[in-house]
């Protein structure tokens, strides 16, 4: 199973973005799939996940900001952020959850002026 991400990069406080990531070599139906962050001197944390059946839960700091989607089909799943913060600034990963849990490489998002 690979996961790939997309969508990663610079913008300034209140500004968008919307990360993408694939899921390939996938065999049967993923459970849950979803979106933490790792912030320099961090832990990783949630941000947000979504079931195959489309229960959400989101991070309190992100709420009202975010919003996860998903195509099942697809294997894809995606996170729309909105007025971003500089606080947002981290390593996004993706995550999906199948037998065991896996995780894409990471995608770069700086919020900065």
């Known amino acids: 199973v690979q996961l790939v991400e997309s969508g990663g990069g610079l913008v300034q406080p209140g500004g968008f973005l919307r990360l993408s990531c694939a899921a390939s070599?996938?065999?049967?139906?993923?459970?849950?799939m979803g979106w933490y962050r790792q912030a320099p001197g961090k832990q990783r944390e949630l941000v947000a996940t979504?079931?195959?059946?489309?229960?959400?839960n989101y991070a309190d700091s992100v709420k009202g900001r975010f919003t996860i989607s998903r195509d099942n089909f697809r294997n894809t799943v995606y996170l729309q952020m909105d007025s971003l913060k500089p606080e947002d600034t981290a390593v996004y990963y993706c995550?999906?959850?199948?037998?065991?849990?896996?995780w894409g490489q990471g995608t770069q998002v700086t919020v900065s002026s």
């Open positions: 995550y999906a959850q199948i037998v065991t849990p896996y």
């Open positions: 070599g996938v065999i049967g139906s993923i459970n849950t």
């Open positions: 979504r079931t195959r059946s489309g229960i959400t």
